[in-house]
């Protein structure tokens, strides 16, 4: 049964017959896409299964992870049985609400449980996790050819992102640097763009914003032509997670940074330049003439649920935020576009910062070889490849899985300029926030001042200098300055 | 004899509609959220007219959510029956052991009684996670981590003392010579807590299990922390509607509906002893 779907999958795998060929030949003998698809992820476990590294090294382990509820750990499930049939391993896990996850990881690190071998983790988590030795340093897994299997291929994952998991410990040391340690390995990760309601710009000639100006003005025209709703959605709780998606994005643009570092490695503020408060300036300005009326609440929730609603008529926010509102529950699935978005008229490219889910291996772990080779599995290419194709694991971190037709077809097909917002940003795209200790402390102040100046209770230039001067001084008491 | 006019009966029934309105307008929304897909419960302007639609209780069922993405599993039957378990368990065990105790600590005098009651009591200022850090690895060690045993124990540090504490001033409020007249009479201690003091304590007990039930049940941190995902309660199943792909807020709707309701049952069922038992030691004679 499937002898000759089997061997179709297999020839296609092994670059015998291209993908028109594969697609051609299912069709003739009656196939699914979808059981195509999956015939041909299970080809390439066969295949990965022959590359002459012993993936059944550890045979009848068992190990458990620590999962968010997120559609990449649902990719990751639906392609577990694959994973134990190629190494004779099994695995366990728990999957928790995203509410509650990074309290549950939180505390099992901090007990120094050694129930979870594996968990995903946000690269920003691992500045707290690396230097508490809760997490272990994968560099030492992925550089041993007799743990690692040879078709991993590591400079596969793109350079912003697979250096954005990588932190030599050291206040203010530049990710990805050469003695950095790799906490975590990317799963898959966020840019920060802009996602517009098509229809609401066709309908009202609006033009997709370019650079910071035209965002405010485009974002008070699209206020006028929503009536009941507002224009632009950006974060605006009292949270760190106000700070990293649009407005760093734009702000890194300009060429701003949070912190300046010193020759000698001290830390200070950098939120009040010139430069800085004028774009501080304009952001505020657009929050109060175009934001949601109720702001200082949004989160990732607000915001994506109104635009996905045609409460607003865009937002500067995750792509995968707008990926997942322009699909089906929603009002205005299938009306929103996305653009990649460079605030500063005279920058090369856009900037976004990016979040990034990532795999990391607990040091308490019992069994970090065998967690390794899940590790390596789940980031591999095969993976990867199956959960954009199949799932919906956008963005994937790889490079070869961008480059794949049928992925990018099936953007292309419902996600109109995602691709093209994807690969003009992409490779601009990187952690913009200085690594240290203080990180969610500072930034949730950070957005603390921000609500202050939308809500006109401090001067824009009068605020930086205040939360500059804080900063500095929580710097110096925590001896980074 | 008090008469009243018919304006004043009049204006008691309208005070009684507002504050009933007022109450329970909030959960009778939820309940008419929990009718609704995602799309109609975001319309711009809100809207009370719609397609009714069970779906919502089907998908939480069945344990099948349909989202942006695709079809997730939740378990939220499972956490309805873990946080039904839980609670259940943890109130009958603290009843077992809280209301002899409050019996001991109201009636017998002993040396240190009320350092020991209040050190119970001190189980209530602790911050559960200062406690539960160290619990963790306890657990771990005696084997009691992410088992029901080991969360119905430590369900004790919120029942115990709420119903020790409780129950120990209504046995305060008997007059201790009905429990001398019952022993003079021949019959020993045993009898005399069972058959005279536990009776008229009743109303107070009960609403002493009550509250700790309602308690226990809204707890959220202590299985969070201590266990896996298959033992968790409904306050941290709740939260499986709100995703990174969207909040689901008919299933939350509905899922708010299926979790009040047993205590809300309970709450109506046991209305009488609740009033009477939180009334009755309010009152010194």
């Known amino acids: 049964m499937y002898d000759k779907e089997k061997q179709l999958a297999e020839d296609f795998v092994a670059k015998k017959i291209g993908r028109r060929d594969l697609i051609k030949g299912m069709s003739a003998l009656g196939v699914t896409t979808a059981l195509a698809s999956t015939l041909v992820n299970a080809a390439a476990t066969r295949a990965l299964a022959q590359n002459g590294f012993n993936w059944r090294a550890h045979e009848g382990t068992t190990i458990k992870l620590l999962l968010n509820q997120h559609p990449y750990t649902d990719a990751m499930i639906a392609n577990l049985e694959n994973f134990k049939a190629l190494t004779g391993m099994d695995v366990q896990y728990d999957v ?37 030795g809760w997490i272990d340093d994968l560099n030492e897994y992925i550089m041993d050819p007799s743990k690692t299997n040879p078709d991993y291929n590591w400079e596969d994952v793109l350079e912003g992102v697979r250096k954005s998991c990588a932190w030599n410990g050291r206040p203010g040391g530049a990710l990805g640097s050469d003695d950095a340690m790799q906490w975590c390995i990317p799963l898959a990760y966020e840019q920060n763009n802009l996602t517009y309601n098509k229809r609401v710009f066709d309908a009202n000639g609006l033009s997709v914003p370019t650079d910071l100006d035209s965002l405010v003005d485009t974002a008070a025209a699209a206020k006028t032509a929503m009536g009941d709703g507002y224009g632009i959605g950006v974060r605006g709780s009292r949270s760190w997670a106000t700070i990293h998606p649009g407005f760093l994005s734009g702000y890194s643009n300009f060429g701003q940074s949070d912190l300046t570092v010193a020759g000698d490695g001290t830390l200070s503020a950098a939120m009040n330049t010139d430069v800085s408060r004028n774009f501080h300036s304009k952001w505020v300005e657009m929050i109060q003439n175009s934001g949601a009326p109720d702001w200082s609440t949004h989160t990732w929730y607000q915001v994506g649920t109104d635009v996905g609603a045609g409460k607003s008529a865009m937002m500067f926010d995750a792509d995968i935020l707008g990926y997942f509102m322009n699909g089906a529950g929603n009002a205005e699935a299938g009306n929103l576009a996305f653009s990649a978005f460079k605030a500063n008229p005279d920058a090369a490219a856009p900037t976004p910062n990016i979040w990034i889910w990532a795999m990391a291996m607990s040091s308490f772990s019992t069994k970090k070889d065998a967690t390794w080779y899940f590790l390596q599995w789940v980031t591999g290419p095969e993976h990867q490849l199956f959960g954009a194709q199949d799932m919906d694991l956008v963005n994937p971190a790889r490079s070869s899985v961008w480059a794949d037709e049928m992925f990018r077809n099936k953007l292309s097909a419902s996600y109109s300029g995602y691709v093209d917002m994807h690969d003009v940003s992409a490779p601009g795209a990187s952690i913009k926030f200085t690594a240290q200790p203080l990180f969610f402390d500072l930034t949730t102040e950070w957005a603390a001042m921000l609500q202050r100046m939308v809500a006109g209770e401090v001067p824009v230039d009068e605020g930086l200098d205040m939360l500059a001067e804080s900063v500095n001084s929580q710097l110096a008491e925590a001896g980074l300055r | 004899m008090e008469s009243t006019s018919l304006i004043e009966r009049i204006l008691r029934g309208i005070a009684i509609t507002v504050v009933i309105l007022f109450f329970m307008f909030p959960i009778f929304w939820i309940f008419l959220m929990s009718l609704q897909t995602n799309e109609t419960i975001l319309r711009v302007p809100p809207s009370m007219v719609f397609e009714p639609s069970l779906q919502n209780y089907r998908a939480l069922i069945t344990g099948q959510l349909e989202t942006q993405t695709g079809t997730l599993e939740i378990r939220f039957m499972g956490n309805l029956f873990n946080s039904f378990f839980l609670s259940t368990t943890s109130v009958a065990i603290g009843l077992l052991l809280g209301v002899p105790a409050a019996y001991a600590f109201a009636r017998l005098k002993f040396r240190g009684s009320e350092d020991i009651a209040f050190t119970l009591l001190s189980f209530r200022f602790a911050p559960p996670l200062l406690v539960l850090l160290p619990l963790t690895i306890y657990f771990q060690q005696i084997g009691l981590a992410n088992t029901y045993g080991g969360l119905i124990w430590v369900y004790q540090l919120i029942v115990l003392p709420l119903i020790l504490w409780i129950v120990r001033g209504y046995f305060e409020d008997i007059p201790a010579d009905v429990e001398y007249a019952y022993r003079i009479a021949g019959h020993d201690f045993w009898a005399t807590f069972r058959k005279i003091a536990l009776p008229l304590a009743g109303p107070g007990i009960a609403a002493a299990g009550l509250l700790a039930f309602i308690f226990a049940w809204n707890n959220f941190i202590f299985a969070l922390v201590l266990a896996s995902a298959d033992k968790q309660p409904v306050t941290v199943g709740a939260l499986a509607f709100i995703t990174a792909s969207g909040i689901q807020y008919g299933q939350i709707a509905a899922g708010i509906i299926l979790s009040i309701a047993p205590t809300f049952a309970l709450a109506l069922y046991a209305q009488r002893y609740l009033v009477e038992g939180l009334s009755l030691g309010a009152v010194k004679g």
């Open chain 1, 96 to 132: 928790f609400p995203e509410d509650v996850y990074f309290d549950k990881v939180t505390a099992a690190l901090s007990s120094r449980s050694s129930e979870y071998d594996a968990f995903m983790s946000g690269a920003y988590m691992t500045w707290t996790y690396g230097p508490a």
